[in-house]
């Protein structure tokens, strides 16, 4: 079974903190990975994709993957509440299936 | 330019009619998916197709069916719609091989 968890929160930080999202999964030998953004009543947006272990950054994002340890993480420095909204993880389990699997979202809200 | 439509964006029908919801993407991409986003904001994938190859989640009732006429169209239609089946509907698309999906604004489904 494909399992991918996340913490749902909220998880509440203040304006300009560094905010810290996890997520774990169970098939070991995933080789993709991506966080999605959707505010409350949008549609998901892809912000990070990452494929490597290590740390890959865009802008105030950063994406960090380690597969021996299944987790992959995302870090938003320099929190704004414009950043609020819930966080989806995506893994593409490996084999044939090009179907990733989401975890249920981590509500992040950043507070002035 | 809208990478991903879906038409309506709001839906709102009696219990036992039979409704269509329509997907376009101009993203020149193979792959098209259909999610449901239940009241609980988990995204489950309920169908994706690619080159005419269709893969179904087990779970979803036989009453849901996509229809795609092209590469650039995947349509999800409902027979015989129940209570339950109120939800948001997600469709996306992606390069099979590449899995960063973009999604469609959704279909808010209301049963009554």
């Known amino acids: 079974q494909k399992e991918v968890e996340q913490n749902s929160g909220p998880l509440s930080v203040p304006e300009g903190a560094i905010a810290s999202l996890n997520c774990t999964y169970s098939d070991r030998g995933s080789q993709s990975f991506f966080w999605y953004r959707q505010y409350s009543g949008k549609s998901p947006e892809l912000i990070m994709s990452i494929y490597s272990n290590g740390d890959k950054e865009d802008g105030r994002f950063t994406a960090q993957l380690n597969k021996a340890s299944q987790y992959v993480s995302l870090l938003i420095r320099d929190s704004q509440p414009s950043d609020s909204a819930t966080y989806l993880c995506?893994?593409?389990?490996?084999?044939?299936?090009?179907?990733?699997?989401f975890g249920r979202g981590t509500s992040l809200i950043v507070h002035p | 330019d809208t990478a991903v439509s879906q038409t309506p964006k709001y839906l709102v029908t009696q219990m036992g009619n039979d409704k269509s919801i329509k997907c376009e993407q101009n993203l020149g991409h193979d792959t098209m998916y259909w999610y449901k986003q239940d009241s609980k904001k988990f995204l489950k994938i309920m169908f994706s197709?690619?080159?005419?190859?269709?893969?179904i989640n087990e779970t979803v009732p036989n009453r849901f069916s996509p229809k795609s006429p092209d590469k650039a169209h995947l349509n999800l239609h409902i027979n015989s719609l129940e209570l339950g089946d109120s939800a948001v509907y997600f469709c996306?698309?992606?390069?099979?091989?590449?899995?960063?999906?973009?999604f469609g604004p959704g279909t808010r489904l209301t049963v009554t």
């Open positions: 995506a893994v593409k389990p490996p084999g044939g299936s090009y179907i990733p699997t």
């Open positions: 197709y690619n080159n005419k190859e269709l893969i």
């Open positions: 996306a698309s992606s390069r099979r091989e590449a899995n960063e999906q973009y």
